[in-house]
C-alpha cells in the first residue's frame, strides 16, 4: 500500500461503459484509489509516470492485448500485481495469462464484491480466481501428460500448434520442418492417442 494506507490500482479497460462506472465504484471505496486507461500504451505510460500496487487487465484490448501488456508490465515492473478481469474463460486465454505474470483472473460477470475482494488478495500475496476459473486450473493436472501418452517433445509441440488451429503449412513454417515431416508426426500422433482427426487429437490434449 502507499503511505496513506490506500491501494492504488490502474484500471486498464477499452469499453468505456465498463471501465467508467467500474472506476467510478473504486472511487467510493475506502482504501482503494483508482486510475482507468483505455489501452495498454496508455497504461504503461501511466505506470511509467504514477506507482501502482494492482493493475486490473482485460484481455481484447486494441493494439497490444491484455496478455501482451501483463508481460510487459511483469518484465519493468516486476512487483506490480496483475488481476485479469475479462469475459474470457477459455483454457488457452487462462494459461495464457497465467503465464505472462498475471497472479489472478476473475470474470466480468462475478459480483462486483468478488472484484474488489480480488483487488484485495492479489495486493496480500494471494491469487484469487472465479470458481469457474479455479476449477479449470485444477482440471489441467488431472489430466495425463502427452508425455504419459508416448508423445516425443516434437509431437506434443504439432500437437499444440494443431490445437491453435494452424494448417500443415503453418506448423512446418513454425517448427522449421517440410509439410511431410508435419505430416508425419500428425500420422504418429493420432496412433498414439488412438485418434482418427485433429478434433479428436485436440480433445484428447485438453481432456474432453
Not at 71 to 92: H, N
Not at 110 to 115: Q, S, V
Not at 164 to 172: D, P, Q, R, S
Not at 205 to 208: E, I, P, S, V, Y
Given at each position: 500500500?502507499?503511505?496513506e494506507?490506500?491501494i492504488?490500482?490502474l484500471?486498464?479497460?477499452?469499453?468505456?461503459?465498463?471501465?467508467?462506472?467500474?472506476a467510478?465504484?473504486?472511487e467510493?471505496?475506502?482504501?482503494?484509489?483508482?486510475?482507468?486507461?483505455?489501452?495498454?500504451?496508455e497504461?504503461l505510460?501511466?505506470?511509467?509516470?504514477?506507482?501502482y500496487?494492482?493493475?486490473v487487465?482485460?484481455?481484447?484490448?486494441?493494439?497490444?492485448?491484455?496478455i501482451?501488456?501483463t508481460?510487459?508490465?511483469?518484465?519493468?515492473?516486476?512487483?506490480?500485481?496483475?488481476?485479469?478481469?475479462?469475459?474470457?474463460?477459455?483454457?488457452?486465454k487462462?494459461?495464457?495469462?497465467?503465464k505472462?505474470g498475471?497472479?489472478?483472473?476473475?470474470?466480468?460477470q462475478?459480483?462486483?464484491?468478488?472484484?474488489l475482494?480480488?483487488?484485495?488478495?492479489?495486493?496480500?500475496?494471494?491469487?484469487?480466481m472465479?470458481?469457474?476459473?479455479?476449477?479449470?486450473v485444477?482440471?489441467?493436472?488431472?489430466?495425463?501428460?502427452?508425455?504419459?501418452?508416448?508423445?516425443?517433445?516434437?509431437?506434443?509441440?504439432?500437437?499444440s500448434?494443431?490445437a491453435?488451429?494452424?494448417?500443415?503449412?503453418?506448423?512446418?513454417?513454425?517448427t522449421h520442418?517440410?509439410n511431410n515431416?508435419?505430416?508425419?508426426?500428425?500420422?504418429?500422433?493420432?496412433?498414439?492417442?488412438?485418434?482418427r482427426?485433429?478434433?479428436?487429437?485436440?480433445?484428447r490434449?485438453?481432456?474432453?
Open positions: 500500500m502507499t503511505m494506507g490506500t492504488r490500482v484500471l486498464v479497460e477499452d469499453n468505456a461503459s465498463f471501465r467508467n462506472g467500474l467510478l465504484l473504486l467510493t471505496v475506502p482504501g482503494i484509489k483508482g486510475h482507468a486507461c483505455a489501452d495498454a500504451q497504461a505510460a501511466e505506470l511509467a509516470r504514477t506507482p500496487e494492482v493493475v487487465m482485460d484481455i481484447d484490448l486494441p493494439g497490444m492485448n491484455g501482451q501488456c508481460r510487459t508490465i511483469k518484465e519493468r515492473w516486476p512487483k506490480v500485481q496483475v488481476l485479469m478481469c475479462t469475459v474470457f474463460e477459455d483454457d488457452d487462462i494459461f495464457q495469462a497465467l505472462a498475471a497472479t489472478g483472473y476473475v470474470v466480468k462475478a459480483p462486483i464484491g468478488e472484484l475482494d480480488a483487488i484485495r488478495q492479489v495486493h496480500l500475496g494471494g491469487s484469487p472465479s470458481a469457474g476459473i479455479a476449477r479449470k485444477v482440471n489441467t493436472f488431472h489430466q495425463p501428460s502427452m508425455a504419459q501418452e508416448g508423445l516425443t517433445q516434437r509431437e506434443q509441440e504439432v500437437l500448434l494443431i491453435e488451429g494452424l494448417t500443415v503449412k503453418e506448423i512446418a513454417d513454425r520442418v517440410s515431416t508435419v505430416r508425419t508426426h500428425i500420422r504418429h500422433i493420432y496412433e498414439k492417442l488412438h485418434v482427426s485433429r478434433v479428436e487429437a485436440v480433445n490434449l485438453r481432456g474432453a
